[in-house]
């Protein structure tokens, strides 16, 4: 049917407040499609990663695109910094890089709305959209769920992102 998947693109996955094409496929996919599953899906061997790991200017706007994911590496510093093969590193900033995006959507006013719209009471399993990170493996055709706790990470962050709150 019209709706069931709906695919917005850009280098590196990257979910950024700023990018107004990416806010309003989130709006129109959210609001008006009201899908029940967002997938951010990277891939290793992504070139927007592996362009963020090189100390080079990579002028703008590509260099002001990888900032974001230069902000993941800042976050997960000590994890990547532990990773001495190069290629295992960038598989692994590939995979954190996935979770942040999903984060980005996480603190968004247009997935908190609809979150809190579906919300219905204690006795919810869970909320919708509901959002799933993954990575593809070009090279073995696999796709890898990645297994994250994002209410562990949503209660650290309330403070500071959550926007609504059930009634």
Known sequence: DVGDVFVPRNVANVVSHMDNSMMSVLQYAVEALKV????????????????????????????????????????HADELRSIDDEEKRVERLIELNTVEQCLNLFKTGIVQRR?????????????????????????????????????????????????????
């Open 36 to 75: 029940k599953h967002i997938i951010v899906c990277g891939h290793y061997k992504c070139g927007g990663v592996v362009a963020s790991t090189q100390n080079v200017d990579h002028t703008p706007p590509l260099s002001q695109w990888v900032r974001n994911i230069r902000e993941t590496q800042r976050l």
């Open 115 to 167: 979150k809190i719209a579906t919300y219905d009471g204690e006795e919810s399993k869970f909320t919708l959209p509901r959002i799933h990170p993954m990575v593809y493996d070009p090279t073995t055709g696999i796709l890898k769920p990645l297994n994250v706790d994002f209410n562990a990470q949503l209660r650290e962050l309330g403070d500071i992102y959550t926007m609504y709150f059930p009634e």
